[in-house]
């Protein structure tokens, strides 16, 4: 599956790594790797823009339930730039795919020989090449002259829950909000307003936020009953089930999901 991206882009010069623009279909990426189209051709691998290549990644882990390897790899660099990570990215993508290795991981993400898990690994600069990281949860494996070596035994992260969508044919709306400081109610009413129906509110600290705007999501969620996810602006780490002394979705989602609206939702 292809989604375009960096991996798909050209620029102007052979030095120009930003600015550029899609240039590049399927074949021609798959052209890109000399001595290996047939191989490449019939193995699957989602290339998608590295900008979002998590969400697609935790999604897709999120919603296929297979033994088998599912591997998202993007690009860096464009097509036309000095040392062009894509052509070696897809291969090493593909070569997994077709690896017995890869069973039973869930979806992967391949970049810059590294070997990471949808479910935890996060682009972490906007420019270099090992933006990737999965930070204290650390890289399932690497490349190898090309073949992949894992660190772990098979195994899926710990909390991890399957979505069956697939009589689903429209997601719904969700946004994501961002706390700061002395955060006023009229962001988060606005979004329900407009539509939602479900908010993920990246909190600061371990999930927190004002307590005037703490109070209008507990507010809130008692009137409608839209789910709403507590989560934190820093990259690691664990939001406790009581924030600043307010149950919020947390007690939500417990609610809902005795009632089977866990994995019914959307």
């Keep these: 599956m292809h989604l375009g991206g960096t991996i798909a882009s050209q620029g102007s010069t052979n030095t120009q790594t930003t600015g550029y623009s899609i240039g590049l279909g399927v074949q021609q990426l798959v052209d890109a790797v000399p001595g290996a189209p047939q191989h490449l051709q019939h193995r699957p691998a989602t290339k998608s823009p590295t ?6 990644a935790f ?11 599912v591997i998202l790899v993007g690009a ?13 990215n897809l291969f090493q993508a593909v070569t997994l795919a077709s690896s017995p290795a890869g069973r039973d991981r869930g979806a992967m993400i391949v970049l810059n020989d590294r070997i990471g898990s ?29 073949v992949p070596f894992f660190f772990f035994a098979p195994a899926r992260p710990v909390g ?42 990246a909190g600061v600290g371990a999930g927190g936020t004002s307590s005037a705007a703490a109070l209008n999501m507990e507010r809130v969620f008692n009137a409608t009953g839209i789910p709403i996810v507590s989560s934190h ?16 979705l947390q007690v939500g989602f ?4 005795r009632r089977g609206f866990w994995r019914s939702w959307g």
């Design 254 to 257: 417990i609610i809902r999901r």
């Design 160 to 201: 991890q829950v399957h979505f069956d969508v697939a009589n689903v044919t429209e997601l719904a709306q969700v946004d994501i909000l961002y706390a700061h400081q002395d955060m006023d109610p009229y962001l988060f009413n606005a979004t329900v307003d407009g539509g939602a129906k479900g908010v993920v509110f």
């Design 118 to 146: 949808a479910f935890y690994t996060t682009k972490n600069n906007a420019n270099t090449l090992d933006t990737f990281s999965s930070t204290e949860a650390g890289q399932l494996g690497v490349f190898i002259n090309q």
């Design 233 to 248: 602006r820093s990259a690691d780490g664990f939001v406790p089930r009581r924030v600043q002394g307010i149950l919020r």
């Design 51 to 56: 900008d979002t290549l998590e969400e697609t």
């Design 76 to 88: 860096m660099r464009p097509a036309t730039a000095l040392s062009a990570d894509g052509p070696l």
């Design 59 to 69: 999604f897709l882990d999120s919603t296929i339930s297979s033994s088998k390897p």
